[in-house]
């Protein structure tokens, strides 16, 4: 990459969102890479100033006047870089999202195989999949071929047949979109890239189809066999696809690729991608992250190594609130509402919200309002993520006597809360909630984390420029991702099962790390916090515990069985949730209030309305 | 310094208004640079190719893909009516023939001898490009399309639902206050623009769309009216193709919100003149909003001042969340340092005053927008 790791010392990081392009510093002081400052300036995408680098330049502007050295050429046209004594920086890297970021339609002849193969390909690498194409997908042909042209993707990723088998399938394929003579969104006049990624023994016909018609690039087959899926070929070749022809036509992006060089941008959601499976690989954690948007929600996942992401296009807490408010219904966005409100007054402020995405909640009664809806959207995107994070689906599977008793299906979900460590927040309502109790629970209420799970959020939702950085200076990544991304806000513990609320629960022995030994029994139905702070170098700390489960309910050892295990601490600090899994609600309203009150009280959750 | 704050939307009496007037695909323009235009006319014009229906011969003969050569009558290129003859199997002994029909007229598009599949291509559909907007020829993008230059009172709205349409502004309210309900709307409004106060009421939208009303320019409507009207729950804010009879156009957003005082007088003083709204809105990065347009014939606009946007004390302000939403103030002072408000939040606020009780106020930055003077 022609990159001398060891000399750099001052890197700047910046990644073009739809709405906001964020600039960080960071600098190796006392031997280590830390954040210095941030900044921020309006994503310049949009008449009148439609180059990407406008936005860009303007949050560099706003880092080096805080930081009080120059980083800009004079007239603050350019980038300096390399560092010439104190102005510019050694390395500059981008994510980007701008202009929607990368949309995608996938097809595949079978839509739960290899439909669902090209999905997870073209999610992982960054893209929002639009639509999937598939044989069996129940709409007729012309259908298919009228959505193609209706949603205007940026790039088409058609895989199908294993190799060896099949090809008339896929061709068919080929065929429907070579009808509808797809043009891409950005830049009239240039071909619409379309990558083959199926049966390698149809290469032929595929091109006979496409040839000419659109960009076309092969690529090998993401599900070779039916037992195995390949894709990383395709991953990277998307985000190539990505960066030459789709970037390139974007307004300013030519000019942000050369000022990034020899460092590729890349679509900010396979930053965070890859930033989230360094963590789980470096921790050996399983992972689960959520990143919340004004438009969309993108789920990330790493349970034993294996990745995957999902974007939400349409859950948000801006612009897609309505759909939030459609799609999860009044009844679910209410149960998370401590006081009454009128139906008419509520679906108003949703839309008023949307349609002036910018405002802010100045009331509590808005802001808890806002933070149920950011549960539910959460809620909708964990859920499309555990449809879609599945083992393989058609694979036959080799089964001992063993298995009788637990026959498991194939396609069954990866995403298991029992087995999760770590959770990881981000995103304007998680990393700017007011309180950081109101953080955590938004998301142990939507993920609903079972036995003993770390919940952290990003501080500044920098995760992007850190997953760039990593691809470069992977020390560097990590270094500020420990001491400055991520801010621990604590564990939740949560038994399994649910008994009548009231009833003993669990009996907990913690041992703080002063050697003070606390002891503490939680009814069925209770939260409550035993707070586990950092140590003076800002670490968290942590505390041994035995926690014992009541009959009825488990920790993870099974049936009533203690659990030994040591607990994180961190902002909030050991969040005891004894509310049942599955956890249900009172459907009649005033004990509904009562205790949503009552939690909120003892989480210290908002300031006196 | 990046800052946060909410432009406004354009309430001008007058101004210049361009409006790119462009085709799906390349066609023709049947104007040229300086004609005058009436927002009827079609100023340019293509045809879009049709739509493709395949047909899986192969399975409907119960033949090899290979094979389907042998019994198509058709080549690629040929032109077939609806119901014509395709293909034909030779049968035994020329008895049990499979005969295939054409699904639709059009032409044979392809014939694929690997998937057995044939494609039949629509005739092609007309498509027209209106002016909109009363105006001048400004521009001509050859085979693409034009650009239409007119003097007009503008007024952008919040949000609104429905295409384009053009007729005479009729005012029905009384003032900016006042609800729009049905027994106001009358016969002889059909065909026109009218124009509500605070709220449209769910009556008044279905009595409109029976007296053929082609518009409304209205402060607010209820959220759940919308739903009930347009027979869903608006997900994503992406209007505009709504085919329900009327174009409606909010200028302030949900619920009973008194019209701003400024944007009421505008079109009071407009009464009775040729008007062009569109309904479309996107609140997504590239957010179009909707807009009432009315041309001033035979006026012209000098030099256009670059509007500043930025705030300013003294400069006067709406309220664009509660508490107080929709009410108009005036800026008292702009604190530098971001203020914690009762959420517990530190963001960078501003000191208000509102017109009507003089009430003093501090609000996060973000829940104002300028008002354009």
């Not at chain 2, 082609?214 to 759940?224: E, H």
């Not at chain 2, 944007?263 to 407009?270: I, Q, R």
């Amino acid at each position: 990459m022609g990159i001398d790791i060891e000399k750099i010392q001052s890197i700047l990081a910046t990644d073009c969102g739809s709405t906001t392009t964020k600039a960080i510093l960071i600098e190796k002081r006392d031997g280590e890479f830390r954040l210095i400052v941030r900044g921020e300036a309006p994503t310049t995408v949009e008449a009148p100033v439609e180059d990407v680098t406008r936005g860009v330049m303007n949050a560099v502007s706003e880092v080096q006047e805080i930081v009080g050295r120059p980083l800009l050429t004079e007239d603050g046209s350019a980038l300096v870089k390399p560092r010439q004594g104190d102005r510019g920086v050694d390395l500059y890297v981008s994510t980007s999202s701008a202009g929607g970021g990368l949309q995608m339609m996938v097809a595949g002849v079978v839509k739960s195989m290899s439909g669902e193969s090209a999905t997870r390909a073209a999610l992982g690498a960054g893209a929002i999949v639009m639509d999937v194409i598939a044989t069996n997908d129940g709409r007729l042909p012309y259908q298919k071929i009228q959505r193609i042209r209706q949603l205007r993707p940026d790039m088409i990723l058609l895989s199908g047949g294993v190799d060896g088998g099949t090809t008339s399938h896929v061709a068919e394929l080929a065929e429907i979109i070579s009808a509808a003579n797809p043009k891409a969104r950005l830049g009239a006049g240039y071909e619409l890239p379309v990558l083959y990624a199926g049966n390698k023994d149809a290469r032929d016909l595929i091109k006979e189809r496409l040839e000419g018609k659109v960009a076309l690039e092969l690529t090998d087959n993401l599900r070779p066999t039916m037992e195995k899926e390949n894709l990383m070929p395709a991953r990277h070749k998307i985000q190539e696809l990505f960066l030459e022809h789709v970037m390139s036509h974007a307004p300013g992006y030519p000019r942000l690729m050369e000022m990034a060089k020899p460092v590729d941008i890349m679509p900010t959601p396979g930053a965070v991608g890859d930033i989230m499976q360094l963590i789980s690989k470096k921790k050996g954690l399983n992972v689960l992250g959520v990143d919340i948007g004004g438009a969309t929600t993108d789920v990330f996942s790493v349970f034993q190594g294996i990745y995957n992401k999902t974007v939400s296009a349409n859950y948000g807490m801006s612009y897609s609130i309505s759909n939030v408010f459609a799609e999860a219904g009044m009844e679910n966005i209410m149960r998370w509402v401590p006081f009454d409100l009128d139906e008419r007054d509520l679906r108003n402020r949703v839309k008023n919200k949307m349609i002036r995405p910018t405002s802010i909640p100045s009331m509590v009664e808005e802001l808890i309002v806002e933070q149920a809806c950011a549960r539910e959207a959460l809620r909708l995107s964990f859920d499309q993520h555990k449809a879609l994070a599945v083992g393989l689906k058609g694979v036959q599977q080799e089964r001992s006597i063993g298995d009788v008793f637990d026959q498991s299906m194939t396609g069954e979900t990866l995403v298991s809360l029992k087995a999760l460590d770590m959770l990881i927040g981000s995103g304007g309502v998680l990393s700017h909630a007011p309180r950081r109790q109101q953080g955590a629970m938004m998301m142990i209420d939507s993920f609903m984390p079972e036995w003993v799970t770390q919940i952290t959020v990003d501080s500044i939702f920098m995760m992007p420029q850190l997953g760039v950085l990593a691809k470069v200076h992977e020390a560097a990544a990590m270094s500020v991702f420990e001491k400055d991304c991520l801010i621990y806000l604590g564990t939740c513990i949560a038994p399994t099962g649910t008994l009548k609320y009231g009833q003993p629960a669990l009996e907990v022995t913690v041992t703080m790390p002063d050697g003070k030994v606390e002891t503490r029994k939680f009814a069925m139905g209770e939260l409550s916090v035993l707070p586990l702070g950092f140590d003076a170098k800002g670490n968290p700390l942590f505390a041994k515990a035995v926690i014992k489960p009541s009959r009825g309910l488990d920790m993870g050892c099974g049936d009533g069985q203690p659990l030994e295990t040591q607990l994180c601490g961190g902002v909030c600090g050991l969040i005891f949730d004894t509310r049942g899994r599955p956890f249900s609600l009172p459907k009649e309203t005033s004990e509904r209030l009562r205790l949503l009150q009552l939690w909120n009280k003892a989480m210290d959750m908002y300031p006196p309305r | 310094m990046a800052s946060v704050y909410s432009p406004g939307l354009k309430v001008v009496a007058k101004t210049n208004v361009h409006k790119e007037r462009r085709l799906p695909m390349l066609g023709d323009v049947h104007v040229k640079k300086g004609d005058v235009v009436k927002a009827e006319q079609v100023v340019a014009s293509t045809y879009l190719p049709g739509n493709v229906t395949p047909l899986n011969l192969a399975n409907q003969l119960g033949c090899d893909p290979k094979e389907i050569n042998d019994f198509l009558k058709k080549k690629t290129g040929d032109n077939v009516e609806k119901g014509e003859m395709i293909a034909e199997t030779p049968g035994i002994l020329g008895f049990f023939k499979t005969r295939i029909n054409a699904p639709i007229g059009g032409l044979v598009e392809t014939i694929s001898t690997v998937t057995g599949q044939v494609i039949f291509r629509e005739p092609p559909i007309p498509v027209e490009v209106l002016s909109y907007v009363d105006g001048e020829i400004e521009e001509v993008y050859p085979g693409e399309g034009v650009r239409v230059l007119t003097t007009a009172s503008y007024i952008q709205g919040i949000f609104g639902i429905g295409p384009e349409v053009i007729g005479p502004l009729e005012i029905v309210a009384k003032n900016a206050a006042e609800v729009l309900d049905a027994p106001a709307i009358i016969s002889a409004h059909i065909g026109k623009i009218i124009v509500g106060g605070s709220l449209v009421t769910a009556e008044a939208l279905r009595k409109a769309v029976d007296c053929k009303v082609k518009g409304i320019v209205v402060g607010g409507i209820d959220a759940q009216d919308l739903k009930e009207f347009l027979g869903y729950d608006l997900g994503v804010a992406i209007t505009g193709t709504e085919d329900k009879g009327i174009t409606v156009v909010i200028t302030e957003g949900f619920g009973k919100i008194e019209m701003a005082q400024k944007t009421f007088d505008l079109l009071v003083s407009c009464k009775g003149r040729k008007t062009s709204i569109n309904g479309a809105t996107q609140i997504r990065a590239g957010v179009i909003r909707p807009e009432v347009v009315i041309p001033l014939p035979g006026e012209k606009v000098g030099k256009e001042e670059v509007l500043k946007l930025g705030m300013a004390v003294g400069g006067m302000v709406r309220i664009i969340r509660e508490p107080r939403f929709g009410e108009v103030a005036k800026i008292v002072s702009l604190p530098e340092k971001p203020q914690m408000i009762p959420t517990e939040a530190k963001v960078r606020v501003v000191e208000i005053q509102l017109l009507k009780s003089g009430e003093k106020f501090v609000l996060p930055r973000a829940n104002v927008e300028i008002i354009e003077e």
